[in-house]
Nanobody
Framework: QLQLVESGGGLVQAGGSLRLSCAAS????????MGWFRQAPGKEREFVAA????????YYADSVKGRFTVSREYAKDTVYLQMNSLKPEDKAVYYC???????????WGQGTQVTVSS
């Protein structure tokens, strides 16, 4: 059974950085598009960033363009989200997703909390 395990969340001050990681449990990782979503309290889950199966294309929500970078490491079956210049409004539970298509929605991780203090 495919599993996605996120790590790297935590508490950071505004302007700081965090890197989220998401490791897939199966070697079929390289066939899938990968992405990140987030959900703040009382809000719907929203798309943040994605990278296609080959790593040749990346996609970002307007709210994170220029601050977040998504990447993938095939040798480790892992996708990353580097988050710089964090703002209080970036506070949310961040979810890793895997699937066919952009944004990917077929498989989900358990989520990791990111808190940004002002």
């Amino acid at each position: 059974q495919l599993q996605l395990v996120e790590s790297g969340g935590g508490l950071v001050q505004a302007g700081g950085s965090l890197r989220l990681s998401c490791a897939a449990s199966e070697r079929t990782f390289n066939r899938y598009d990968m992405g990140w979503f987030r959900q703040a309290p009382g809000k719907e889950r929203e798309f943040v960033a994605a990278v296609n199966w080959s790593g040749s294309s990346t996609y970002y929500a307007d709210s994170v363009k220029g601050r977040f970078t998504v990447s993938r490491e095939y040798a480790k079956d892992t996708v990353y989200l580097q988050m710089n210049s964090l703002k209080p409004e970036d506070k949310a539970v961040y979810y890793c997703a895997m699937g066919l298509g952009i944004p990917p929605r077929d498989y989900w991780g358990q989520g990791t909390q990111v808190t940004v203090s002002s």
